[in-house]
């Protein structure tokens, strides 16, 4: 079974604007973390924003926040005030237990418009 | 501080060959993975190690492929031989440290080796 869901292949968004890319995730772990990478055209992969099973709060890293919401499993990541060089795609991806090992997403991507 | 430093870059090679692709962690990361990105596949882990000791290497495609971690600041990801289907994009990652009180559990990814096999 998928770990990850990222069921956005691709989407676009005009400048300026928000966007919401969704995640959901499956464990039975109760501890587990949640992972948001960039990978733009150049081909680097960009650690975004974690968010720990047991954070109390949602994780939030200057223009990006992940909307945490555990009964749905979902860690959806939220990108304000896009700009054009936010035009990538983006993996999410999760960890379980004490494990350091990740599974990923599909990924989803973003095209913003001037 | 120096991020993950991955070797070459680009390489091209013929089928039959043998392809070793190079990796040195972030200094003080205890933990290094392999991974390998296609296009049909996606981010798929090949193995990682933990104080240079390879915990899982269940995502090792089969015997072509090897890793070795000799040392903390050095890996290794060997193919022999290498063959057309083993073109991707591979990347090693490193993690470790700690996040206050808890373990620090982001990847930082090098750049990617681009692996061509013709």
């Known amino acids: 079974a998928q770990k990850i869901t990222q069921t956005q292949p691709g989407m676009f968004v005009q400048e300026k604007e928000a966007v919401t890319l969704d995640c959901t995730y499956d464990?039975?772990?109760?501890?587990?973390?949640l992972f948001w990478y960039k990978q733009p055209s150049s081909g680097e992969m960009i650690f975004l924003i974690y968010?720990?099973?047991?954070?109390?709060q949602n994780a939030t890293e200057g223009r990006y926040s992940l909307n945490f919401q555990k009964a749905r499993k979902s860690a959806n990541l939220v990108i304000s005030a896009s700009q054009l060089g936010d035009s990538a795609m983006y993996f999410c991806?999760?960890?379980?237990?004490?494990?350091?090992?990740?599974?990923f997403g599909a990924g989803t991507t973003v095209t913003v418009r001037a | 501080d120096a991020g993950v430093i991955q070797s070459p870059r680009h390489e091209v090679t013929e089928m039959g060959q043998e392809v070793t692709l190079r990796c040195k962690p972030i200094?003080?990361?205890?933990?290094l993975f392999w991974y390998r990105q296609t296009m049909m596949r996606g981010l798929e882990l090949l193995i990682y190690?933990?104080?240079?000791?390879?915990?899982?290497d269940s995502g090792m495609p089969e015997d072509r492929f090897s890793a070795k971690m000799p040392n903390a600041s050095f890996s290794t990801l060997k193919i022999q031989p290498s063959e057309p289907r083993d073109s991707a994009v591979y990347f090693c990652?490193?993690?470790?440290?700690?996040?206050?009180?808890?373990?620090?559990?982001?990847?930082?990814f090098g750049p990617g080796t681009r692996l061509t096999v013709t």
């Open positions: 990652a490193s993690s470790g440290g700690f996040r206050g009180a808890l373990p620090s559990y982001e990847q930082y």
């Open positions: 464990t039975s772990d109760p501890s587990y973390g």
């Open positions: 968010q720990g099973s047991y954070d109390q």
């Open positions: 991806a999760m960890r379980e237990g004490g494990d350091y090992k990740l599974s």
């Open positions: 200094s003080g990361h205890d933990y």
């Open positions: 190690f933990n104080n240079n000791v390879p915990i899982d």
